[in-house]
């Protein structure tokens, strides 16, 4: 279960060993036995005997930004040592293999894109059809390009990949904007703050999503300020981003459908200056729609696994594989 305090003025304290949550005259309870993550998207109280149920129960305490990009979490301090493996991804930078393992990670975002593009095909018209078809050749094509970049460091090669990467990606998301039914219509992407409701809400999806990745990457031993196709910055988590790639098509897939199934309203957005912001009614029809998907089993690597588990499986994938190259 995922907690989500996206109501203002809201206290979060603890009674025994369960989170209550204060709003108003209203309380609920939740066993901090059921809980995995609390995130908190807007102004809120939060006890220190709560943060530290939380801390004890291993359960991740995030808070979001209202475009949904975490700001800040609480993580406990007894974290397993991750020197060794900090120290090979260090390494990776100047190596063929952090490369050969980047290509791998964008080209698995390629295909989660072409996916979700071929599910759309279902019950469509013809010229959308051709839409879709016409995108996913180009996509493809910019696939192919991106395997053939050789295996040499990073630095080498980043300026090429990246740029077949986001050809891939205009091309994609120009082909869901003329898909999206069309009082939705957008075109390509836009970002903090989205200049339409489609991308404010894609942003806010993606943020989820970084949380859950940066939080894999936290439990399986992995740095996640030490990345590589993605440069270090101060405070940039650039690991999480370079892995959070694999995953966004499902949050593509997610939010394309609660606007093609007109579940989305006008009124669950604001408007700001330059763009809009999704509001407390947008949130909660967000979050239940990914918290669904994340509980969904599907097939994967021949396994059938959790939305939600895929990312730490993959995590402690990699990081078992660094542990044992150079050995």
Same mark, same amino acid.
């Given at each position: 279960?995922?907690?989500?305090?996206?109501?203002?003025?809201?206290?979060?304290?603890?009674?025994?060993?369960?989170?209550?949550?204060?709003?108003?005259?209203?309380?609920?309870?939740?066993?901090?036995? =059921?809980? *995995?993550? !609390?995130?908190?998207?807007? %102004?809120? /109280?939060?006890?220190?005997?709560?943060?530290? &149920?939380?801390? #004890?129960?291993?359960?991740?305490?995030?808070?979001?930004?209202?475009?949904?990009?975490?700001?800040?979490?609480?993580?406990?301090?007894?974290?397993?040592?991750?020197?060794?493996?900090?120290?090979?991804?260090?390494?990776?930078?100047?190596?063929?293999?952090?490369?050969?393992?980047?290509?791998?990670?964008?080209?698995?975002?390629?295909?989660?894109?072409?996916?979700?593009?071929?599910?759309?095909?279902?019950?469509?018209?013809?010229? =959308?059809? *051709?839409? !879709?078809?016409?995108?996913? %050749?180009? /996509?493809?094509?910019?696939?192919?390009?991106? &395997?053939?970049? #050789?295996?040499?460091?990073?630095?080498?090669?980043?300026?090429?990949?990246?740029?077949?990467?986001?050809?891939?990606?205009?091309?994609?998301?120009?082909?869901?904007?003329?898909?999206?039914?069309?009082?939705?219509?957008?075109?390509?992407?836009?970002?903090?703050?989205?200049?339409?409701?489609?991308?404010?809400?894609?942003?806010?999806?993606?943020?989820?999503?970084?949380?859950?990745?940066?939080?894999?990457?936290?439990?399986?031993?992995?740095?996640?300020? !030490?990345?590589?196709?993605?440069?270090?910055?101060?405070?940039?988590?650039?690991?999480?981003?370079?892995?959070?790639?694999?995953?966004?098509?499902?949050?593509?897939?997610?939010?394309?459908?609660?606007?093609?199934?007109?579940?989305?309203?006008?009124?669950?957005?604001?408007?700001?200056?330059?763009?809009?912001?999704?509001?407390?009614?947008?949130?909660?029809?967000?979050?239940?729609?990914?918290?669904?998907?994340?509980?969904?089993?599907?097939?994967?690597?021949?396994?059938?696994?959790?939305?939600?588990?895929?990312?730490?499986?993959?995590?402690?994938?990699?990081?078992?594989?660094?542990?044992?190259?150079?050995?």
């Amino acid at each position: 279960m995922q907690l989500v305090i996206n109501s203002r003025g809201a206290y979060i304290s603890k009674v025994n060993d369960r989170f209550q949550i204060k709003i108003g005259n209203e309380k609920n309870e939740y066993s901090c036995k =059921k809980v *995995e993550r !609390i995130l908190i998207t807007t %102004s809120a /109280m939060v006890s220190t005997d709560a943060l530290k &149920l939380a801390m #004890e129960n291993n359960i991740d305490v995030v808070f979001l930004e209202y475009n949904g990009q975490p700001f800040g979490r609480v993580w406990h301090s007894k974290l397993g040592s991750i020197s060794t493996i900090r120290r090979k991804q260090l390494k990776l930078v100047d190596m063929d293999l952090g490369t050969k393992m980047v290509k791998e990670w964008i080209c698995q975002k390629v295909d989660n894109q072409i996916k979700h593009l071929e599910k759309l095909k279902v019950n469509r018209k013809e010229d =959308k059809i *051709e839409v !879709i078809e016409e995108a996913i %050749s180009k /996509m493809e094509e910019q696939r192919q390009q991106i &395997l053939k970049v #050789e295996d040499k460091p990073i630095d080498e090669v980043r300026n090429s990949i990246e740029g077949h990467e986001g050809t891939a990606g205009r091309v994609y998301f120009n082909a869901l904007g003329k898909l999206i039914p069309k009082q939705y219509e957008f075109s390509g992407r836009s970002k903090n703050p989205a200049k339409d409701m489609f991308n404010c809400m894609l942003n806010y999806a993606y943020g989820v999503l970084y949380s859950n990745v940066e939080k894999a990457c936290i439990i399986a031993g992995l740095d996640p300020y !030490i990345g590589i196709i993605h440069t270090d910055n101060y405070n940039k988590t650039a690991l999480t981003f370079d892995i959070i790639e694999m995953y966004r098509g499902y949050m593509d897939e997610v939010v394309f459908k609660l606007f093609s199934k007109r579940k989305v309203k006008n009124e669950m957005f604001d408007d700001i200056q330059g763009g809009v912001w999704l509001n407390k009614e947008g949130k909660q029809l967000l979050i239940a729609a990914i918290n669904e998907r994340f509980a969904e089993r599907i097939k994967y690597k021949g396994r059938n696994i959790e939305l939600n588990n895929i990312i730490q499986y993959d995590c402690h994938s990699i990081a078992n594989y660094m542990s044992e190259f150079g050995n």
